[in-house]
Every structure is written in structure tokens, then in C-alpha cells.
């Protein structure tokens, strides 16, 4: 009977074992192929060997407790990992139950390998994670940079990657900038190329030429990784997967992966990358409106220059930083010389015109660093960060030739004034009252208090 019992065990394909006094004295062919031990080994070793160690205690006292009172209280399907003979770790669910093996108190155990199951089950678990915090970096995020910092942060919840980065298009220019990049040595670094234009051999332009994901298997090889190859030799970069970032049909950036050798890039992981980049690219362009919704509320409709309610926000934040660091700033307070004559004569749709347009040259003539504003109907004023008066005056002074080549058709002029924080603390009343003493001295002036 016993040996018909062991012989329908033999033949089955799931693990199969009795454990009895302390030891196994039964295993079956399918819980050999799970260990990989023979079945000699295995009827003569020590069963806490094939488990992994964090989990022998616990395994321990459910054998005992089975074999003391059976399987009630103790859990149906209990899950462990598991080690191999070549040291390789699985993860197993095990169905023990109580018997009587020749005799005696036995356990009859079915051990199945989960390991893949598991891995699903993390990898859900993990994805969850990811949308979990994409959501909130959609929600905690006030700039793209934010977002895609956090995003790529959280990207590794899902794949094992060594490096990445995230490009957003620009399509006014159309160009790829880049905006965050992880895990590059610095030399890399300062080797990667900040701008791509769409159509360049570059794999993030040609990617978003394409709207289709690029995946170079060897970038040692690849022709579009040329340009980086000491470094794929120097770093043992291996395989790349590109993504265009699309929501509702329009480009929004680009997402790069790099992992190094022995990691690859399965079929499995580029499906995963590709449906999160769906989720990536909808972020972006919601923050994005939400930019240009903020934009729209501080600038004004006609010239496109920041509005007042603006320009207090930032003499606020200039007043602080001279407080802080004794930055000096100056403003410049510009005034359309017989702006309403103009307006009468010729109309407010002319006049509108000439907002405009000197909106778009007081723009022109600034740096980066500097901010023009307007002020009221015809009154501007520009913010200089980190400047003198007597250096605001020569630009200034560039304004004007710009107001006398630009509008010459019209005979339009501005009066200025100008100052600086060293003279007094209200800068805008004292470039005000400068501006007012340039046009008592005969407009088309600069006056500098």
C-alpha cells in the first residue's frame, strides 16, 4: 500500500515530501528538480537548509506546531523563500497536512514555486506605489522641472535602471531641452547635450521625430550612440529605451532609460515604460497649462509684459535679497511722451498699436535677469537685479535710441528715470519723481536721481 502511495507521488508534477522525526524520508522527482538535490541529499539533510535564513525560525515553529496539534491555527498556504542547491532563491507556497507514514506522525507536503506569481505581485505592488506617488507630483508640483524630478524618482519602483533622463519639447523652437537626469557620473554629465533639435542623429530627437519608442540593444554599437561610445565602454552601458512623452496627440518631451551590463531591458519592462510614459506625458502637460493659466494672471493682455500686482512681487523679493546679500537693484520708470494727443488724433486701436509694440521693444532691450513691467495706461517700468544707476542709465539710454528708431514714423518719445536701492528705499517713487523731472525739462529726456 505504501509503496502504490509513494508511487502516485513520483509521478506527479508539483513538489511532493513526508517529513517525519526531524528529517525528509520521502521526496518525489518534481521536489528534487525544485532544490536541485538528489534525492539521497535531500533524505539526509538538515530540512533548514533549504530555507532562506530570515525565515527558519518561523517555518520551524509551524512544523512542530503541525506535527504537535496539526494544521489547525496554523496557516493554509504558508509562503517562504526558499534556496537551491546552486544558491539560487525561490519563493514556495506550501500545503502541509498530518498523516500516518508507516505507522507514525508525518507530514505530507505539496510545495509549489510562486516565484514568478511573487514577482507579479511586487511589481503590481510596485506600479500602485509609482501612480500613487505620480499623482502626487502631479498635485505637489509647480514647475515641469519638479515634476520630472519626482517623477524620476519614483520611476524606480518600477524598473531596475541605471540612468535616465527626461527632455521636454519646446514647440515654438522645436527642440528637445533637457530637464533632469539621474544616475550620470559627471563627466557624462557634462558630456550629455542640453538641446536637440527634432531631427538631428541624436536618439531623443529622433525618437520624437518618429513619435515612436527607440530601443538600441547595444549601445556600443549603435550608430546613434556613436557620439558616446568611450563612455558606453567606460560605464558598460548597455541597452537604452527611449519613449516620446504624448498626451492627446501632442509631443510633450522624451523619457530615457539606460541600464548597464548584465541588466537588459526586457519586453516586459518596455511595455511597462510605455504605458506609464502615457500617464508622464498627461502630467506634464498639465502643469504646463497651469504655467501659462499663472503667466496669463501676471502679464498684461496687450503688451505681454508682467502686470503691477507682478512688479510689487518682486521689489519684495528684490528688497529682501539687499537685505540679505547688500544687492544692489535699479529701475527704470519709463513714460510715452503725449501718449493721449496720439490717442485723440489717431484713435485707441492705433494707440493699443503702439502699446504693443513698445512692449515687444522693452523686451528686446533687457537680459534675462531683468523684468519689464507695465506700470499703467502708458508708464513702464523695468527691473534691474544686481545693477547701478549709472549702469541702468546707459540702458536706458539704449531704450531711447531703440523708442527714436522704432517709432519714428510717429514722433512718439519716452521721458525716463531712473535710480537705484543705494539712494533711496522706495525705488518706484524715486524713479517716478525723475521721470517727472525729465519732462519738465522738455520730455524725450533721462533723468537719473
Known amino acids: ?76 498556504r504558508p509562503r517562504f523563500v526558499g534556496v537551491r542547491k546552486n544558491g539560487e532563491k525561490v519563493w514556495v507556497e506550501n500545503i502541509p497536512r498530518l498523516i500516518k507514514y508507516r505507522g507514525k506522525v508525518a507530514i505530507l507536503g505539496n510545495l509549489l514555486d510562486i516565484t514568478e506569481e511573487r514577482k507579479m505581485e511586487e511589481r503590481i505592488g510596485n506600479l500602485c506605489e509609482f501612480y500613487r506617488k505620480l499623482g502626487r507630483a502631479v498635485n505637489l508640483s509647480a514647475t515641469i522641472k519638479a515634476f520630472c524630478r519626482r517623477v524620476i524618482e519614483a520611476f524606480k519602483y518600477i524598473i531596475d535602471y541605471d540612468m535616465a533622463d527626461i527632455l521636454i519639447y519646446d514647440e515654438e523652437k522645436n527642440i528637445l531641452r533637457l530637464c533632469i537626469e539621474e544616475g550620470y557620473p559627471e563627466d557624462l554629465r557634462e558630456h550629455t547635450i542640453k538641446e536637440q533639435k527634432l531631427g538631428e542623429k541624436k536618439v531623443a530627437a529622433f525618437c520624437a521625430l518618429r513619435r515612436k519608442p527607440v530601443y538600441i540593444k547595444n549601445m556600443k554599437k549603435h550608430p546613434l550612440t556613436g557620439y558616446v561610445v568611450s563612455f558606453c565602454e567606460k560605464y558598460n552601458l548597455n541597452q537604452m529605451y527611449t519613449v516620446p512623452l504624448i498626451s492627446r496627440k501632442k509631443l510633450e518631451g522624451v523619457l530615457q ?58 521689489l519684495e523679493e528684490q528688497k529682501d535679497r539687499e537685505k540679505r546679500y547688500k544687492e544692489v537693484y535699479s529701475v527704470i520708470y519709463i513714460d510715452i511722451d503725449n501718449f493721449k494727443s496720439y490717442n485723440d488724433t489717431f484713435g485707441h486701436l492705433e494707440g493699443d498699436k503702439i502699446l504693443k509694440k513698445m512692449g515687444e521693444l522693452l523686451r528686446s532691450s533687457i537680459r534675462k535677469v531683468d523684468s519689464a513691467y507695465r506700470y499703467g495706461g502708458e508708464e513702464f517700468v523695468i527691473l534691474l537685479p544686481y545693477t547701478e544707476k549709472k549702469v541702468a542709465k546707459k540702458v536706458a539710454e539704449r531704450i531711447k535710441e531703440e523708442v527714436e528708431k522704432n517709432f519714428s514714423f510717429t514722433r512718439i518719445t519716452v521721458s525716463m528715470g531712473v535710480t537705484d536701492s543705494r539712494t533711496n528705499e522706495d525705488v518706484i517713487k524715486m524713479a517716478d519723481k525723475a521721470m517727472y523731472e525729465a519732462k519738465k525739462e522738455g520730455k524725450d529726456r533721462i533723468k537719473v536721481i
Do not use: H
Request: charged share 30%; hydrophobic share 40%.
Open 257 to 314: 532609460v539606460i541600464v548597464k551590463s548584465p541588466k537588459v531591458l526586457s519586453e516586459e519592462d518596455r511595455k511597462l515604460i510605455d504605458i506609464v510614459c502615457e500617464e508622464i506625458a498627461a502630467g506634464i502637460s498639465k502643469i504646463k497649462a497651469e504655467q501659462v493659466l499663472r503667466e496669463l494672471s501676471q502679464k498684461d493682455y496687450l503688451t505681454g509684459l508682467y502686470n503691477y500686482q507682478r512688479l510689487w512681487k518682486k
Open 1 to 76: 500500500m505504501v509503496e502504490k502511495f509513494e508511487m502516485i507521488l513520483d509521478n506527479l508534477t508539483t513538489a511532493v515530501y513526508i517529513f517525519q522525526n526531524n528529517k525528509f524520508v520521502y521526496v518525489n522527482k518534481a521536489m528534487q528538480n525544485l532544490t536541485g538535490y538528489t534525492e539521497k541529499e535531500l533524505l539526509s539533510i538538515n530540512y533548514l537548509e533549504l530555507i532562506d535564513f530570515p525565515y527558519r525560525e518561523w517555518v520551524k515553529r509551524l512544523t512542530e506546531k503541525v506535527l504537535s496539534q496539526g494544521t489547525d491555527g496554523v496557516p493554509l
